[in-house]
């Protein structure tokens, strides 16, 4: 294998890879890196079993060929070089770049193929609409694998609109776009899929393809190919939550004063060995009442509000509605009924996105 390649893209290429390719110690092939030239094109595959990710580029072949290698040591040598253009060759068990060589592995048992066929195409959709969907909702996905039924941001296609919905157990958020789908499906997609995949295309600009074959969910732009597995397991019922609420108390709040006042509450919030987090809210007449201590610190802040409904008094995890909170541009609306029972957080009267947020347990 022979081939030059402009060393700006190989850097992208290889921190691309990166992302996705994890030591496998009973097979460590996996944890390689394909590259394969051929007749003016270089294809680069990799497979962490849950996800496939493959790439093309076109180039200056001289000997067609294919290697397997783990590509980190490489990229931290390739960022160093001052030279535009950057010629990787191989021979015997050596894969020589510029002036460094780099040990092969052994090709044998790397999995065939990892491009399946786009079975049904369900949408395009503008990598931006993607990336900032995912960004506003997987806050609240949870965050282990303990429990990959909630691992996940479930998204739900329908003609008229595309959804997302994440939720930890103790906090739900919804979204609602006005993409179009040509079949209607759900899928829920594991958080480390939605990671990688927004570091790819955050600053793509052409649509993307979205398709699927069997517990696959595949992603198609220029001359790449994403593969992930979705998660089976049953996703929370989550349309009864959303659904038929009706509260007794409202409050709006300007966007700026608020966020300022739960950043500031939440530097003490944080450091509370008794309640991580916690604060308690007190919403009367036309102030809101925020106040949170720990062992270090306490601290209050106030709010002007409009208000609808009785004076009350809350607790809350003042991080989980701060993460909400900086997702949004405008007026806040909280909605709620009693200090047990849930929260429902907007946008003004925006439905499109919406959070629901269970209390703490209130502390006199």
């Known amino acids: 294998m022979n081939f030059n390649i402009r060393r700006n893209e190989l850097v992208e ?3 691309e890879f990166i992302n996705i390719l994890k030591d496998n110690p009973i097979k460590p092939i996996i944890s390689g890196l394909k590259i394969e030239s051929n007749s003016g094109k270089v294809t680069f595959t990799g497979t962490n079993l849950d996800i496939n990710y493959i790439k093309t580029v076109y180039c200056e072949t001289i000997e067609d060929g294919v290697v397997i290698f783990k590509p980190n040591l490489a990229l931290e040598y390739i960022k160093l070089l001052d030279d535009e253009t950057i010629n990787l060759s191989s021979k015997n068990d050596i894969l020589s770049i510029h002036l460094a060589e780099f040990t092969l592995l052994y090709n044998d048992n790397f999995p065939e193929n990892l491009k399946l066929p786009l079975v049904d195409e369900i949408a395009k959709i503008s ?4 990336y900032k969907s995912f960004e506003r909702t997987k806050f609240s996905v949870a965050p282990s694998t303990e429990n990959l039924a909630i691992n996940c941001i479930r998204t739900l296609f329908r003609e008229d609109r595309i959804s997302f919905v994440s939720t930890d157990s103790y906090r739900l958020t919804y979204l609602k776009t006005d993409n179009k789908s040509l079949l209607e499906k759900d899928f829920s997609i594991p958080l480390e899929s939605v990671n990688i995949l927004c570091k790819l295309i955050k600053d793509l600009n052409e649509d993307i393809t979205i398709g699927s074959n069997g517990e696959n ?8 190919y994403f593969l992930t597995k979705v998660t089976t397991l049953p996703f929370p019922n989550f349309d009864a939550i959303l659904c038929g609420n009706s509260f007794s108390k409202e409050m709006e709040f300007n966007y700026n004063d608020f966020k300022s006042a739960l950043k500031k509450v939440l530097t003490v919030a944080r ?17 809101l009442s925020i106040s949170a201590s720990s062992g ?3 601290i209050n802040q106030k709010v002007d509000m409009i208000k609808n409904g009785d004076d009350f008094k809350c607790s809350l995890n003042i991080k989980f509605l701060f993460e909400f909170v900086e997702n949004l541009n405008n007026n806040v609306f909280i909605k709620g009924n009693t200090s047990s029972a849930m929260f429902e957080i907007t946008e003004g009267d925006n439905s499109s996105y919406k959070y629901i947020l269970m209390p703490l347990a209130l502390r006199d």
Do not use: H, V, Y
């Open 217 to 224: 969910l595949i992603f198609l732009w220029k001359n790449t």
């Open 271 to 287: 450091t509370s060995n008794e309640s991580k987090n916690g604060a308690i809210l007190e919403f009367k007449s036309k102030k």
């Open 296 to 298: 270090k610190a306490k």
């Open 127 to 130: 990598p931006q609409e993607l």
């Open 13 to 15: 290429i290889f921190s």
